[in-house]
């Protein structure tokens, strides 16, 4: 069993955009800057951010964060938050900016993404990215995708011809995964099926899969008996879970049974270390493509 290593494939990408934006830096080109709105303070949305902070120092970019109050007493307005979204749209020194998923409820998502100039939306989410993506155009993919298609191609795992089987046809991974994993040429040409809660005989179409992805938020929902031998799982999974023995409280757990189910496999990504530092580093590669079209 092969355990796939997204923490430290993720610094060794960081490290390739680092000298790249050096490189630029010296050509007398613009360092990229990603700007992020992060609205209320949700826990999870905290912590994402912050190690996007973080990402953009260590690729040398420069970074934005702006903050929004919202409160269950003191709903944010959602015209603010358009607000914001129009100057950071219309700032020129801005290559690409985020708005931090998930929104309070009373904020409509959907028309938040399209609010985005797709030429700035680096997150991948706005539906003209959606669409080139499903038509094999250049575009920004999705970042947890491509950081998922990212480290199979490090790790030397190749999808031509294989089975794939998606648990999760959530817009932020099943579906965009999916369409890339489709298309014609590197690292794709794979038979891929998308599955979720109203799929019968769930289990056994998971163990036809040579690649199976869990993408559902359900922690350790994938057992032994769901995995083929010899299977690649990857586990995009990532819910906090109480735990009283860490000083945080809790823990991540993954939406795989990782104890059981890697002796099965050929090769499994862990929660975390994973999907996750890969999710970011797509980030920064988007951000990073998103200044030279801009060049």
């Known amino acids: 069993m092969q355990l796939i290593d997204g923490k430290a494939t993720a610094a060794a990408i960081k490290a390739e955009i680092a000298q790249e934006v050096e490189a630029r830096k010296n050509a007398g080109l613009k360092v990229p800057h990603l700007a992020a709105i992060l609205v209320g303070h949700d826990g999870g949305s905290e912590t994402y951010v912050a190690n996007k902070v973080k ?10 964060l702006i903050r929004l109050e919202s409160t269950y007493e003191a709903p944010l307005d959602p015209n603010v938050l358009m607000a914001e979204i129009d100057k950071l749209n219309n700032d020129p020194d801005v290559d690409g900016f985020i708005v931090q998923l998930p929104l309070p409820k009373h904020i409509d998502e959907q028309a938040v993404i399209e609010a985005i100039l797709p030429e700035k939306d680096v997150d991948g989410f706005h ?16 970042a947890t995708p491509a950081g998922i298609v990212e480290l199979l191609r490090r790790y030397g795992i190749s999808t031509a011809g294989k089975r794939v089987v998606i648990v999760g046809r959530s817009n932020i991974v099943g579906k965009p995964l999916a369409a890339m994993l ?6 794709a040409d794979a038979t891929v099926t998308v ?8 289990p056994s179409i ?5 690649i199976l ?7 350790g929902f994938v057992t032994a008996d769901m995995v083929a031998d010899g299977a690649v799982v990857i586990d995009v999974g990532t819910t906090r879970v109480p735990d009283a023995s860490r000083k945080s409280g809790f823990r991540l757990s993954g939406d795989v049974d990782f104890e ?3 002796p099965k ?3 499994i990504t862990p929660v975390p270390g994973g999907v996750g530092p890969m999710t970011i580093v797509s980030l920064m590669l988007n951000t990073l493509q998103a200044a030279k079209n801009r060049d």
């Open 260 to 262: 059981n189910v890697a």
């Open 182 to 187: 489709m298309q014609k040429g590197a690292q």
């Open 127 to 142: 539906p003209v990215n959606v669409g080139r993506q499903s038509v094999g155009l250049p575009c920004f993919h999705s």
């Open 213 to 219: 992805v869990a993408a559902l938020g359900r922690p």
């Open 206 to 210: 998971m163990r036809q899969a040579d």
């Open 265 to 267: 496999c050929s090769a």
């Open 55 to 64: 990402a953009c120092a260590d690729c040398g970019f420069k970074s934005t």
């Open 195 to 202: 599955c979720h809660s109203h799929t019968p005989d769930l």
